[in-house]
């Protein structure tokens, strides 16, 4: 079932993927604005998807995940659908309005699909494995969108929605329903929030390590331009082959690394990264800056989301990763229009040399941070939250 679960999620994240070299090229060079408001697209991304967040960490603990995965299908072909029928800029931020709803939605719902199946021993690797499926997805999707936005930027919208309805099919065809747990949710003693403070700074910490991957995956295309790179298809097959090898490899080790070493390999590979991108210049500079891209990515995602599960309450990993999966938007909402902004008035130079500052902060706050060691004999009662299947 796990890898049931991996190939709708590479396919969705494919489809959500195939948008990221396709949105800042259409909005500049189509619609003639600037890189603030690429981030701007970016931010409306990042809204839908916070703001949603609650009421979806609330109604997931209480319906079928499935049921979710299909509504986020359905919200994913709407946006592909406005993206094609519209050619201005309020089309395109309605479209990410649309995405950006449809992918909190999905990440909850195959996210604690596998937590809930795993249980607390393999949780890492279960996380680990899965997360290779999101990396898949904006490997290849960005590879497929830069192809077909040669042609015409609308097959980039017109893939995505069919990539979507081919899911919905074989979600319909193979998986079992499974009926509400409502009435249980009601009647357990163990009550269910939307959001979990316990996840709130590991989150912060993540916001600012990541700035050096958001900007780079919001202006890729863009910074490219600027070094005389036309077609980023290749780098990001680099950074996606890099991130699941790296996945793989460490997928049988990572429940037993010390957590705040799998965090603390993250920010410093991210790090190098940014100094390579404000410091190098040319193709050098977005390869090499690239390759340390994909060894901060192979562990960011393991370390924070294991942080999050060991400081939330077991029984409401609903909520726990939830929680942490707002943060993750609200990295890819706060920081493109900032960064954009530094961008468009100074140069892509001092928009990482700022990455640069901003992770330094995060490895620093990492010391702080306090993670219980996660051995602990299962609770049973931590499936509440979860559809176990």
Known sequence: ?????????????????????????????????????VG???????????????????????RNRHELMFVALLLMLGGSTVAIISNNIYGVLISRAFVGVADGLFYVAISTLVVANAGEKFRGRALNLYSVSLYLGITIGPIIGEQLYQLNKNWSYTLSGMACVTIALFQLGILKFIPSRYKEHIESSKKHSAFCPPVMFPGIIFILGVVAWVGFEQFAPLYGKSLGVDNVSSIFALIGVSVIITRILGSTIIDSMNNKMIIMIALASSLVASICFSQLNGEVAIYLGAFFIAISLGFYYPGFILAAMRRGEKYNSGSVLGTMGMFFDLSFGILPPILGLVAANRSYS?????????IIAAMVLTFFLKIPNGKFKIDQGQAHSDVVI
Do not use: C
């Not at 590479?10 to 993927?17: L, M």
């Not at 990042?46 to 609330?58: C, D, E, G, M």
């Not at 040399?353 to 901003?358: M, R």
């Open 350 to 358: 001092s928009m990482f040399a700022i990455s640069s500052i901003l």
């Open 40 to 62: 701007l697209a970016a931010l409306v991304f990042s809204l839908a998807a916070v703001s949603s967040r609650p009421f979806v960490n609330y109604l997931g603990a209480r």
């Open 1 to 37: 079932m796990l890898w049931l679960q991996i190939t709708y999620s590479a396919i969705f994240f494919t489809a959500s993927g195939i948008w990221i070299t396709a949105i800042p090229r259409h909005i500049k060079l189509n619609l003639g604005f600037d890189e603030f408001v």
